[in-house]
């Protein structure tokens, strides 16, 4: 006789043959020998290895799906061989599909298959426009498969729907991950009032911020949450998109603020064997190291474009990053230092100043004695992509200016100055090495 309920669902799993029977099978024995202990659900299986059986068996299905490989090979413990019910599974869209929203797409869209608490289905808002060839985005991604204009070369998943409609794109959706140029957020924001789930939560990958005299500077993630009135984490990194598009190993950083379930949602979301997600506390800290490290970059480009060699690059890297942290604290008391040397802040440093867009436009900028506009030079060299450190330049300028900062922060100040044409681009040496400013009861 067959004791425990574990040899009994072993027993009545190894004579089956269809899911259907072993449900059937396994509740009149469970509950002829035990008629109070409730049927487990999931219930505790043996370990079955993948090459146990034949492509003839009629296990086959079960073993496959109910102890499903994980990318690394290891066995997904926490996959519901019932499956959970539809309407609880969490829902995704993805607000923007620029290069960095494909890349976000094709990594959340392959983790949505393998996790049974996600519904397949990705939705991918795209901003519709049309190709050369005169047919739309937004068919031609659901026909390939692929962002023909942002990530050419890359199959996103057969389950990621680019969609147009943006209203419809997130309706359903619990978990809204926004990857758009910032600028852009506010207008979308007013859109989904009021036509998103009770439910739902966000996450922001976008790099920028909001500048408005009125109420002085405010993070997207803030923006986000005061205009739809949802928690709001943000994910930052070392992460040049078309590195992570070919699985190149990278880092990234989420920050929340109190929900830490939610924020381990989102590592569910987005970790993968290739891209380690790390969690911290710190949503401003994180958020203002993805903003302001693109201004850095700018810094970087000119260095490279005057090529004045390493040493200077390397000093200008240090000085930025130095000015970063003190911005973020002023502005922040809470910014943790910790949150620095996470893959959003340092690591984030060093990879755009070796490889980012903005440090490839500044490099232009500079070789050609700032004769053209970074616009211009944005048109001609990103394909329609968008150089985010020019308007945070200016954003972090109006806030400076504004609070009288500027005279603490060198090589901020002087970034939009070139920028704007009101310097040269050899100032970025000559200005950054003057001694900033102290501030009373603190330092930089």
């Known amino acids: 006789m067959l004791g425990s309920t574990e040899e009994m669902v072993s027993f009545c ?47 086959l299905s079960m073993a496959r799906s109910w102890n499903s490989p994980t990318p690394n090979g290891q066995i997904n413990r926490n ?149 739809l009135g949802v928690n709001c984490c943000v994910l930052m990194g070392a992460n040049i998109a078309n590195e992570i598009a070919i699985e190149m190993f990278s880092e990234a950083t989420i920050g929340y603020r109190e929900n830490k379930e939610i924020a381990h949602k989102w590592v569910q979301l987005f970790n993968a064997p290739y891209f380690m997600v790390s969690v911290v506390q710190d949503v401003e ?39 970063m942290n003190a911005f973020s604290k002023l502005l922040f008391p809470s910014v943790k230092d910790s949150t620095f040397f996470e893959s959003c802040g340092v690591a984030d440093v060093i990879t755009t100043c070796l490889g980012g867009r903005n440090r490839k436009c500044a490099e232009a900028f500079a070789r050609d004695g700032g004769k053209r506009s970074l616009d211009e030079l944005e048109a001609e060299m990103l394909q329609g992509q968008k150089l985010q450190g020019v308007s ?30 009101r310097l040269p681009p050899s100032a970025i040496v000559e200005h950054v090495g003057r001694t900033p400013k102290i501030f009373p009861g603190g330092r930089l």
């Open 392 to 421: 945070t330049a200016k954003e972090v300028y109006e806030v400076l200016r504004y609070r009288g900062w500027l005279e603490s922060f060198p090589l901020f100040s002087t970034v939009h100055e070139i920028c704007t044409g």
């Open 285 to 323: 800290g994180v958020e203002l190291c993805g903003t302001l490290k693109n201004v850095v970059a700018l810094a970087a480009g000119f260095v490279d474009g005057l090529e004045l060699g390493n040493n200077t690059k390397a000093a200008i890297m240090r000085i930025g990053l130095k000015e």
């Open 13 to 59: 799993f190894h004579r089956s043959r269809s899911l259907l029977d072993f449900k059937r099978l396994s509740f009149s024995r469970i509950h002829s020998f035990h008629p109070y202990t409730p049927l487990p659900s999931p219930p505790r299986l043996p370990f079955i290895s993948p090459n146990r059986f034949t492509s003839s068996s009629p296990h």
């Open 79 to 227: 996959f519901s061989p019932a499956g959970a019910p539809e309407d609880r599974k969490s829902r995704v869209a993805v607000v923007g599909s620029g290069n960095w929203g494909s890349v976000a797409a094709k990594l959340i869209a392959h983790n949505a298959l393998r996790l049974n608490s996600f519904h397949d289905e990705v939705r991918m808002w795209v901003l519709e426009e049309v190709l050369p060839t005169g047919e739309k985005l937004s068919e031609v991604i659901n026909r390939t498969n692929e962002n023909v204009k942002y990530l050419p070369g890359i199959k996103l998943g057969k389950n990621v729907i680019a969609d147009p409609d943006l209203d419809h794109a997130v309706r359903e959706a619990n978990m809204l991950v926004f990857v758009t140029p910032h600028q852009f957020v506010e207008g979308i924001c007013r859109r989904l009032v009021g036509k998103i789930r009770k439910d739902a939560s966000a996450i922001s990958l976008i790099k920028g911020m909001e500048v408005k005299k009125e109420d002085g500077p405010r993070i997207i993630s803030t923006l986000i949450t005061e205009r």
